[in-house]
């Protein structure tokens, strides 16, 4: 009889089946075998979990969403054994009838450079240490020619990297170049392009763990014959790390000349006026966070310098003392002209809901707007005892001789901070819009209202720095009759 399939073909399909059989049979069992060993891996970590006590990362990433989502991990402090000291530029021929002092700035300079070891970085907005830079012929200049000269040396011997405003035109650039062929390493940041600002912080960094911040620029007036304060660090790389962050912006901009959005993390820090670093500053517990301005260069988690102030002014119970050259609720620079109120209406509004006592010490020299005084005189006028309301504003004169006044762009006091009865607020920046919104500068801002210690805190020192400027003879008060023509 005919079939339709040939034996061979139907014996070919039975083992065919048979095999199939065979290769499902194993699968099965194959996959009840890697299902039970899964079973009991999960049923092993599950157990592991219940009897192994969580450890948190050290580090947590910081997030890039939001500055107000980065918190400490619970019990995050720095064990270095830092030192603050507050140092000065005083002018010469400028006297007080005071035991408030405190080590100059040429002296903290000198011991930073020997200190150093493998690196110096330093961000500033102008270089002019010498005589020949200034076409003048002052002994005085002796202190920026050693800091030059100083400088130089450690440039062939070390890590020296220097982050400047990109010079204008007819600005003198022969300290750099004496610098640049020393060894050191130069960026300029071309701010004009990047903000319509300038970079004009004032800071050094060194070995990571020692740094200036303060009011005085690379310029041999600013040891001598300008007013100038800021605080040096000692030994502390918790601090140091985190000022070179913002130094380590600088020297990308000046290589990319645009700004990133969002920055990449390694800019980011988990210290802010949220969540201060804790640190021992003199043996005395602080809380600590470094600002910056403009806000496009504040990565993740940092505190714009603006916040920074308005929030030191909120926290302020008893009084608020600032001491800056420039004072102007305005775009100081801007055209066209631009009112921005943001740090005058705090002050108000602290003095008057508040009931906490102001007091403005505003530069007056030859360079001073006359723009400023009206504005001043406003503030001033908000002050009445029986009402509690007790703003007062006082303009501090740096006298200067006939051969002192020949010296371009001296004799004036350069300080920029604030203190109040909690904090000790150390800037670099003026104190009018631009600063805040366009030009880059910095502040370091310390709390050591937990101290127990016997130390004088910052605070205390740097209100014993705001009462000898504001009760000596060079210091004269504004009121609605002042003849700022005189007073100047």
Not at 246 to 266: D, M, R, T, V
Not at 318 to 338: C, D, G, Q, W
């Amino acid at each position: 009889m005919k079939t339709d399939i040939a034996y061979n073909q139907l014996v070919d399909v039975e083992r065919r089946r048979q095999e199939s059989n065979r290769k499902a049979q194993l699968y099965s069992r194959c996959v009840i075998a890697l299902a039970t060993v899964a079973t009991l891996l999960l049923a092993a970590m599950a157990i592991y979990n219940l009897l192994t006590p969580r450890v948190s990362s050290p580090h947590p990433a910081p997030s890039s969403s939001s500055s107000s989502s980065l918190r400490l991990p619970k019990g995050e402090s720095c064990s270095d054994p830092c030192k603050i000291v507050l140092v000065e530029s005083i002018p010469e021929g400028l006297e007080f009838n005071s035991s408030t002092t405190h080590p100059s700035i040429f002296q903290a300079w000198t011991n930073l450079m020997a200190e150093a070891r493998s690196s110096v970085d330093i961000a500033s907005f102008y270089w002019t240490l010498t005589n020949e830079d200034t076409g003048t012929h002052e002994p005085t200049a002796n202190q920026g020619e050693t800091i030059l000269k100083t400088l130089a040396k450690l440039s062939g011997k070390l890590s020296v990297r220097i982050a400047v405003n990109t010079p204008q035109k007819g600005q003198p650039q022969g300290d750099l170049r004496l610098l640049n062929n020393s060894g050191a390493n130069i960026r300029t940041v071309n701010m004009r392009e990047l903000t319509s600002g300038v970079l004009h912080t004032k800071f050094w960094v060194v070995d990571k763990k020692h740094i200036y911040i303060g009011s005085a620029n690379m310029d041999w007036r600013s040891l001598t014959q300008v007013k100038e304060l800021g605080a040096v660090v000692y030994n502390c790389s918790c601090l140091a790390t985190d000022l070179g962050k913002i130094f380590e912006a600088y020297w990308f901009l000046g290589e990319s000349q645009s700004i990133p959005s969002p920055w990449p993390s390694s800019f980011s820090t988990l210290y802010n006026k949220d969540t201060p670093l804790q640190l021992p500053l003199n043996n005395t517990p602080s809380s600590v966070y470094l600002s910056s301005s403009p806000p496009s260069f504040c990565a993740a988690g940092r505190t714009s310098d603006l916040q920074s102030i308005l929030s030191v002014m909120e926290d302020a119970e008893s009084f608020i003392y600032i001491a800056v050259m420039n004072y102007l609720p305005t775009m100081e620079f801007s055209h066209p002209k631009r009112y921005w109120a943001d740090i005058d209406t705090q002050l108000r509004r602290v003095g008057y809901e508040k009931r906490v006592k102001v007091r403005l010490l505003i530069s007056c020299w030859a360079s001073t707007q006359p723009m400023m005084f009206p504005f001043l005189k406003s503030l001033a006028s908000v002050y009445d005892p029986k009402s509690k309301l007790d703003i007062q504003v006082r303009l501090f004169v740096v006298p200067a001789s006939p051969k002192q006044k020949e010296i371009p762009f001296a004799r004036v006091n350069h300080n920029k901070y604030m203190v109040t009865d909690k904090i000790a607020y150390i800037g670099t920046s003026n104190w009018s819009g631009d600063y805040f919104v366009s030009t880059a500068g910095s502040a370091l801002v310390v709390n050591q209202t937990a101290s127990q210690s016997p130390e004088p805190t910052v605070q205390s020192q740097l209100q014993a720095v705001f009462e000898r400027d504001w009760n000596s003879e060079y210091s004269t008060p504004l009121t609605q009759d002042s003849n700022v023509k005189d007073l100047c």
